[in-house]
């Protein structure tokens, strides 16, 4: 028994793949102690759910590209000064939070 992703109606379905992001939700939600609930999908919405999740991976190729891109400006443009430390982390750290940022719109894969 769990909840549909795309209608939000309890039922069964087809469970979402156990990854890191579903073990944490389900952690989080234990701590918090409300009732278990599996992330599922029904069989009728699985093609619009295969859509979000191509777009999901999709994006998330994308931003990796614009971190990769990033880092390299950020550290041609640390060349012209003195390349150190104080170059290389604030770099690391905005390449780390562009490639992060598709994450805020995670959409699980399904067992199919």
């Keep these: 028994m769990g909840v549909c992703i795309i209608c939000g109606k309890a039922g069964k ?3 979402a793949k156990k ?3 579903i073990i944490a939700a389900r952690r989080l939600r234990s701590f918090f102690g409300p009732e278990e609930k599996r992330t599922m999908v029904h069989r009728h919405h699985m093609k619009k759910a295969k859509e979000k999740r191509a777009n999901f991976e999709k994006m998330q190729g994308l931003y990796r590209k614009y971190a990769i891109v990033f880092f390299v400006l950020a550290i041609l443009g640390g060349l012209g000064f003195k390349l150190d430390l104080w170059v290389l982390f604030p770099a690391f750290l905005g390449a780390l939070f562009i490639a992060a940022l598709p994450y805020a719109y995670y959409f699980p894969s399904f067992e199919a």
Excluded: S
């Design 13 to 15: 379905g087809i469970m």
């Design 19 to 21: 990854d890191f992001f």
